[in-house]
């Protein structure tokens, strides 16, 4: 559906670098990244309104890389609505209509649809300065759909809203992609959006793809430091891997030899997601775990879960429920045993 290759920008000091990827129909592709890595220039590249420095952007078999904007099929949403003050809420949903030459009559059958399908019938009359943002991020999200575009590009959606309003519209969003079957590349820098909407993630740092994949290939099995530290592993070592009596592999981590299974050789990094770590009173001893005798460091309270630091060395974090941590209940300074399923250790 989407072929981005080589793709190279310039925005000022700003480049995007030989960005390589593509979409397939009916996709929800996620482009992950930090404030500054170029997420928002790629997808307005991707919509027209950028000019190519080199590379081509192709969308249905078809090279589109210096066809105009409005020609491409492409709608794309802000984090800011980017609503018109002026226009009815009605008005704004149906711009986009408008400007194709569609008649006020034709454009307001045009657009039942999406009204029913966002639920927001009781908002038509109103104007932008009288709506919620979860209310306006809807509006930008039914006149971007309005026009029934091929390709819809949502630039950090839920970044502006609170807590519940910002499930409410993710939910809204996942809907309408299931309905809609439609081809969506969503930006955004929070990881939990990432993994709850993403069928595939692009991890993008410094103007540059740092990886992509699946959710589980990229929190699983994360390529480097940055997308590992990015994507919350917590517990990122680098040591050396080698071989050790009685066990296969090793990765020696000041002084600690931790077992794992790879086929690398030398000074590498590893990981280990805080939620693959386990804490007891007591070893398990089978073919499968690694465990691990250390004093509590750190306990942090989140709410609904608890992180536990617990010093070996190295330090691992175990992300523990409510109700894991009062059954075992690990205070600073005691002694515990921390583990880990030994394939859950990812070493690259």
């Known amino acids: 559906m989407i072929d981005i290759k080589g793709l ?29 890595a170029g997420k928002t220039v790629l997808i307005e590249t991707i919509a027209g309104l950028n000019n190519v420095e080199s590379g081509q952007i192709w969308i249905d078999g078809c090279e589109v890389t210096h066809v105009p904007p409005e020609k491409r099929g492409i709608s794309i949403a802000y984090q800011d609505h980017a609503l018109f003050p002026h226009l ?9 209509l ?13 657009i039942v649809w999406v009204v029913d399908l966002l639920h927001i019938s009781n908002l038509l009359g109103r104007k932008p300065n009288t709506l919620s943002g979860g209310e306006s991020q809807k509006v930008a999200l039914a006149r971007a759909l309005a026009v029934r575009p091929n390709v819809l590009l949502l630039d950090e959606p839920l970044s502006s809203l609170d807590p519940d ?20 590349i969503h930006v955004t ?22 990886q992509t994949g699946t959710v589980e290939d990229l929190f699983r099995r994360p390529n480097s430091e940055l ?49 693959d770590v386990l804490i007891s009173t007591k070893a398990i001893n089978d073919n499968t ?5 250390g004093k509590v ?3 942090s309270n989140k709410g609904a879960v608890v992180n536990v630091t617990v010093d070996v060395p190295p330090e691992f974090v175990s992300l523990l429920t409510r109700r894991e941590f009062e059954m075992i209940h690990p205070m600073e300074g005691d002694e515990v045993f921390v583990g880990f399923d030994i394939r859950a250790m990812h070493v690259f």
Request: hydrophobic share 40%; aromatic share 6%; glycine share 10%.
């Open 88 to 96: 009815s809420v009605l008005e704004n949903i149906t711009f986009g």
């Open 8 to 36: 190279g920008v310039k925005l000022g000091n700003f480049k995007l670098n030989n960005i390589t990827f593509n979409v397939q129909r009916g996709e929800y592709f996620v482009l992950l990244g930090p404030a500054g």
């Open 189 to 210: 820098h929070d990881f939990e959006e990432a993994v709850s909407l993403g069928d595939r993630i692009a991890v993008l740092d410094a103007g540059s793809i740092m």
């Open 165 to 184: 309003t910002r499930e409410t519209v993710q939910q809204e969003i996942g809907t309408v992609h299931r309905k809609l079957d439609l081809t969506i």
């Open 227 to 275: 997308v590992a530290r990015f994507l919350m592993a917590r517990n990122i070592f680098q040591g050396d891997v080698g071989s050790s009596e009685g066990v296969n592999q090793v990765i020696d981590i000041n002084g600690t030899k931790i077992p794992v299974i790879t086929s690398l050789r030398g000074n590498h990094h590893a990981c280990i997601r805080p939620e």
């Open 297 to 299: 460091k750190c306990v």
């Open 289 to 293: 775990h690694a465990f691990f005798k």
């Open 98 to 110: 408008r400007q194709q030459g569609i008649s006020k009559k034709e454009a307001l059958e045009k």
